[in-house]
C-alpha cells in the first residue's frame, strides 16, 4: 500500500476535516467507533475529528497504563470535558505491570505493552462496547518508521500485515495516515483545540516506559515519573523540541552522610529539532544544569547521579529506547 | 593503630626524606624490597625513596593488568629510567581478566583485582625475586576512605586487620601512611621527580576496571580506554582536579544509516575539587561538549550516545564505581 503525503503547507484544513469526518461516518454507518485518547496532538485531532463525524456513537477513553506522567489521566479528561467530549479514564495498571514484569529487551517491552492494548485492554473494551471501528491517529511517521525498522510504533499494525479485524475483531480507522506532525498540529488548531494539545511536546507510544532502562516496574516507573516532572517543570520555559529524564538502570557508587551508597542515575535529555529526524542538544545554561542535578538528587529517592547528553541524532535517537 | 597525620603546610620535606630513607634501609637491611608502580605520585615517590634507601637492591615493576590507560606501562617506565630507576614492565593480564571474567558487582571487581595482585602477581614475583618486603604507597585518605566504609582501597591490608606476612608471605612498608595528596606532591618536588609525575592526574587503584560499569573484558577496557584516550586529549587544558570517561552497561537506541541499532553509552565526569573530598563539575564550554561528543560517537566503536555529568560529590563520588 502506497501512502500519499500531503505536507502541511499543502494542507487545506477545512477541506481536508470535512472530508475526514465524511469519511468516518460513512465507514462507521450507525455503528459506533471507539478511540484511545493518549493526550497526545494525533489521539487528540482524531478524537475531535471522530466527535465531529459520530457525536455521542463515538466512545473516548484514556487508558491508565500506569505509564503516563503525573496526574495526566485527569488532565487530559478536563482539557476534553471542557469542549464537549466526555472521556472515560480506565484504569488498567494491573495488565500492563504484569505483561511487563520481568522483560528487560526495549523490544520486548514494547511489544508486550502493544499486546496488553490491543488484546488485553482494548479487544475486551471493543467487545463490551459493541463497537466494531478503532480510530486512531496513525501518522506517516510512525509508519515509515516501523517499515524501515527504525522504530516499531505501537499504533502500525497494517502497514506490517497485520489485519486487526482478524486478529482483533476490530476495523482500525486511521484518517491521519497522510500527515506529518507539523500538518497534524495545522489541523488541531483549526478544530479548535486549546494551545496545551497542538503544542504539546511529544511523548512516546509507550510512554514513561520508554524512559526506563532495563525492567520495567510500578516501582521504578514511579522514580522516573519524579524525575518527569522536576525536569518538565524546571525546563518548561526552554525553547526546545522534547526534554526527559530517563532512568538508568546500571548502579553507581555514592556517598550519603559520609558512607557509600549504591544508587541510580538520572539522564535529561533536551533536544532542539525542527522534524525529530535529526536533533541537537539544548546547550542549557549552567545555573538551569545546577539546578536540575540537586533537584533530581534531593527530590528523587535512590538517585546519586545526574548527566546531560551531550551527543546527536544521529548517532543518538531521541528517546533512550 | 593510630596515625597521625602530617599536614603538607608542616612538612619538611627534606628531613622526612632522608627520616624515611633511613627507616625503611633500617628495616630491610642486607635484603631486597620490591616496590609496584603504578604511575601515580603516590608509589613513584615511594619508589624514588625506596631507590635512595636501598639502590639496585630495589626491584621496582610495573603490573600490566591489562587496565591500563593506553601506552601507560612504556610511558611510566621511560620516565622512571631518565631518573636511574629501571622499572620491568610485567605482562599479567591474563590472570587478572581470568580473575574479572562474568563479575559485574563493583566489590567483587576490586577484590578479584586485589586478590589477584597481591596473592598470584606479587606473591609470585616476591617469591621468585627472594625479596621480603614490599614498599608501598598507601596514605592517609586511602586508610581512612577503607576503614569509613567509603571505598576499599586496594592498599590497605594492615589496616583491615590482613596481616600480610602471614597472608602472602612478605612485609610491607609504609612511609607516606602520615601523609595527603599534597604532602605526597610537595615530598615528589623535593625528590626530583617531573612534572608528569606530581602534577598527574588522580587515576583510580583498579584503573580502568573502575570506569567499566558492568564485566569487565578485554574488549570493554579497550572500548573506555579509546573513550579515555579522546577524554584526555580533548581536555588536557582545561583546569580540572580529574576527568574520565566511563562506559555504561545499559544499552540505548541508536541510528546509523537511517537503521535503528542498539549501542552503549559513555558518561564524561570533569571535576572540580580541592581535596577530593567534594567536588563539583567543570561547566565546559559548549564547544568542547560538542567535539568530545561527535569524537566519541565515530571514532568509539558501539558507541551511539555521550553524556557529561553534572551532580556533585556528594552525593555522588568522582568515580563510577
Sequence with gaps: MRIVEIPARKLDARAFISEKAQEIS????????????????DSSVVTRLGGLALGSRLKAYFINNGLMRKDEPQSVARVFRRIGIRVEVLDAQKPFFDALKGLRDPEEKREAITQTFY?????QLVKSSGARFLLQGTILTDV??????????HNVLEQLGVDPQAAFGYGIIEPLLQLRK????KLAKALGLPVSVYKRMPFPGPALAARVVGEVTPERVEVVRAATAIVESELRNVRAFQYMAILHDDQFAGMRDGKREFGRQIEVRCWSSVDARTAKPVWLPRRELQRLAARLTREVPGIVSVTYNIASKPPSTMEAV
Design 182 to 185: 507539523d500538518g497534524v498540529r
Design 144 to 153: 515509515e518508521e516501523t517499515v524501515a525498522g527504525v522504530k516499531r510504533q
Design 119 to 123: 488484546k488485553k485492554v482494548f479487544g
Design 26 to 41: 460513512d465507514t462507521v454507518g450507525d455503528g459506533t467507533a471507539i478511540t484511545a485518547l493518549s493526550g497526545g496532538v
